[in-house]
């Protein structure tokens, strides 16, 4: 199985188990750290300017959608 990586300014859906809310939202790859405890933690920005971070497996790769932040 080939997994994508995720870079700083990829358009990443972020999990509701992160968000809180009902379905998964979109954002912006803001940082991307290898954590030596986590692994791969990644922190993304909404367009409301909203930072959710957490574990890799807590974001998923947008469909060639471009998101505007501004």
Not at 5 to 27: H, K, Q, R, Y
Not at 28 to 44: D, L, P, R, S, W
């Amino acid at each position: 199985m080939i997994t994508q990586m995720i870079e700083t300014g990829d358009n990443v859906l972020i999990s509701p188990d992160l968000t809180g809310l009902a379905n998964w939202i979109e954002g912006i790859v803001i940082e991307v750290e290898n954590n030596t405890f986590n692994g791969i933690v990644i922190a993304a920005e909404t367009k409301d300017k909203n930072v959710f971070f957490g574990r890799k497996d807590l974001f998923k790769t947008a469909k060639n959608k471009e998101l505007c932040l501004q």
